[in-house]
């Protein structure tokens, strides 16, 4: 079945550090690509995502590039701050699976003053 | 998603009791979802809705059951809850395809 894996945290940076957090995932088909964000004490935003290869998500100074070549979705942010502290999910939806996510574990990012 | 609202918010109730857990959606989503979020497992599928009164069961279906009697509210029912079924409970709409919207989540503890 499809599955995502993530990098475990919890990642710890200073502000305007840069930060990647990687997910690779398996799935039988075409899968669409997405990275969730929850703040604490709050439900999944959705962050950005991507429907096809080499497509590049895009949002609040984050980007994920889908790479089906190497299975991968990796997030990105070229300078974060404090604000950005939160648990980030990365999740799969294939097309002929009812709109149903598979998501990753979740990374916890912390970011320090 | 202001959207999506979830009560009770927070929950505590002991094992072998009845709990049922209501989602209200006023976006019209077709699609609904229940989640569990728990350390180390992210977020687990539980069961979901395509429809009124079109429901299947998801990942982790076993001890839960499911209604939609409408559009707008989905429901989650613990028949008899158990220490294991301690999680939050996140519930999720979406209408365009693949992209969910998520309420705010209910802590549920079983004692």
């Known amino acids: 079945g499809d599955s995502v894996t993530q990098m475990e945290g919890p ?3 200073s502000e305007e ?4 957090i990687n997910c690779t995932y398996t799935a039988t088909g075409y899968p669409s690509l997405f990275w969730y964000v929850q703040y604490p004490g709050e439900g999944l935003q959705l962050l950005l995502k991507a429907t096809k290869a080499d497509d590049k998500g ?3 100074g984050f980007e994920a590039t889908y790479r089906k070549e190497t299975t991968s979705f990796h997030l990105e942010k070229g300078s974060v701050q404090v604000s950005d502290s ?7 939806s294939e097309r002929d699976a009812g709109n149903m ?10 970011v320090k003053p | 998603d202001a959207g999506i609202t979830q009560s009770p918010r927070h929950k505590v109730t002991e094992t072998g ?12 989503h077709r ?8 350390p180390g497992h992210g977020l687990r599928l539980i069961h979901y809705s395509y429809g009124v009164k079109d429901t299947d069961k998801g990942e982790v279906s076993d001890g839960y059951s499911v209604s939609r009697s409408k559009t707008e509210d989905f429901l989650l029912t613990l028949e008899s809850a158990t220490s294991s079924q301690t999680s939050v ?10 992209e969910q919207y998520f309420g705010p989540g209910t802590r549920l503890t079983v004692t």
């Open chain 1, 11 to 13: 990642v710890t940076l």
């Open chain 2, 31 to 38: 699609y609904m979802y229940w989640y569990r979020q728990d």
């Open chain 2, 89 to 98: 409970y996140f519930c999720a709409g979406a209408s365009v395809s693949y």
């Open chain 1, 101 to 110: 996510l598979t998501f990753g574990g979740g990374t916890r990012l912390m």
């Open chain 1, 86 to 92: 939160a648990v980030y999910f990365c999740a799969l």
């Open chain 1, 58 to 60: 895009s949002n609040k």
């Open chain 1, 17 to 20: 550090a840069f930060l990647t």
């Open chain 2, 17 to 28: 009791t009845p709990v049922t857990l209501r989602c209200h959606q006023t976006e019209n």
